[in-house]
């Protein structure tokens, strides 16, 4: 299965980001900013996004915890994507992590493999999806106005999630808090691709 074969339905009938959503983007990202020199991010890294999470909102803390079947699948181009059991226990969702630099690292060749990953890892830009209805309904617009949805939203959730609180839903809360120690799985593809692509 590609990542290709899950997008949701709808996605080839939306339209880019509205302009208007820039200024929130804007605000998002103003925190990062040391100065007016510094450039501000066009993307958020995972830790940035997982300081977005609101514990409070749908109980998320308590519901996330209660999640305890999280497997990572597979590397699919610059995806990873991670399964997690649903609270009925009666599937899984495809919760996926994009690395828009991953191209970047694995071509660098004065970054040891491991460099390269935690790179990725703690400073590097990433996008996220799950094909759970809550991110659809809660949080997808808001993970595009930051430029980190893999599948853009335009609709605002007005009635859902007025407050726009929170950025995730409680399944990549959950994978947000374990990627850090799948550093080695992600050194370990940097080097298989670099060995596919001729460059060791």
């Known amino acids: 299965m590609r990542y290709s074969d899950i997008t949701p339905d709808y996605y080839n009938l939306l339209l880019w980001v ?16 040391c100065n007016e020199n510094e450039q501000i991010l066009k993307e958020e890294n995972y830790k940035q996004l ?18 305890k079947d999280i497997k990572f699948d597979k590397f699919e181009d610059n995806i990873m994507i991670f ?13 996926l992590i994009k690395f828009p630099q991953l191209n970047d690292v694995v071509n660098d060749l004065e970054l040891s493999p491991q460099e390269a990953a935690r790179l990725l890892l703690w400073s590097g830009d990433c996008k996220l999806w799950c094909n759970c209805p809550s991110l659809t309904y809660y949080y997808s617009w808001i993970l595009t106005v930051l430029d980190s949805c893999i599948f853009p939203e335009d609709r605002p959730p007005n009635k859902n999630n007025p407050h726009h609180l929170g950025a995730v839903c409680k399944h990549l809360n959950r994978v947000l808090h374990v990627l850090g120690f799948y550093g080695g799985d992600l050194a ?3 080097k298989e691709l670099r060995r596919q692509r001729g460059l060791i």
């Open 188 to 190: 370990k593809y940097i």
């Open 50 to 67: 997982m300081g977005l999470i609101d514990p409070n909102f749908l109980q998320q803390r308590i519901r996330a915890e209660a999640l």
């Open 83 to 95: 399964k997690v059991l649903s609270s009925t226990g009666k599937g899984y969702y495809n919760c």
């Open 18 to 33: 509205d302009a208007n959503l820039t200024n929130l983007h804007k605000h998002v990202h103003d925190e990062h900013c």
